[in-house]
Nanobody
Framework: VQLAESGGGLVQPGGSLRLSCAAS????????MRWYRQAPGKERELVAHITSVGNPTNYADSVKGRFTISRDNTKRTVYLQMNSLKPEDTAVYYC???????WGQGTQVTVSS
């Protein structure tokens, strides 16, 4: 089982990034997926959740209207489109399967001028 995040990096405030999480080793299309993030010195928080059939739910209040979760079951990949990024979005972003408790290794997002 592997969840491999990519797409993080350094971006200026107001910019955009798209994170990807490629899954392997389990029946990806059967499971809901989530993105979490953890900023330095803070607890890990849920960012967004998407059902197995692609219905997004449960955005964190802090990202509503700016972030969009989506998935492509044919590519076994879940995405997080992040727009209008703010310095407070700086964190390590992780994808995971809530039912199986599989986690990726995380990808760093830094929002700074």
């Amino acid at each position: 089982v592997q969840l491999a995040e990519s797409g993080g990096g350094l971006v200026q405030p107001g910019g955009s990034l798209r994170l990807s999480c490629a899954a392997s080793g389990f029946s990806f299309r059967s499971y809901d997926m989530r993105w979490y993030r953890q900023a330095p010195g803070k607890e890990r928080e849920l960012v967004a959740h998407i059902t197995s059939v692609g219905n997004p739910t449960n955005y964190a209040d802090s990202v509503k209207g700016r972030f969009t979760i989506s998935r492509d079951n044919t590519k076994r990949t879940v995405y997080l489109q992040m727009n209008s990024l703010k310095p407070e979005d700086t964190a390590v972003y992780y994808c995971m399967t809530p039912s199986l408790s599989y986690w990726g290794q995380g990808t760093q997002v830094t929002v700074s001028s």
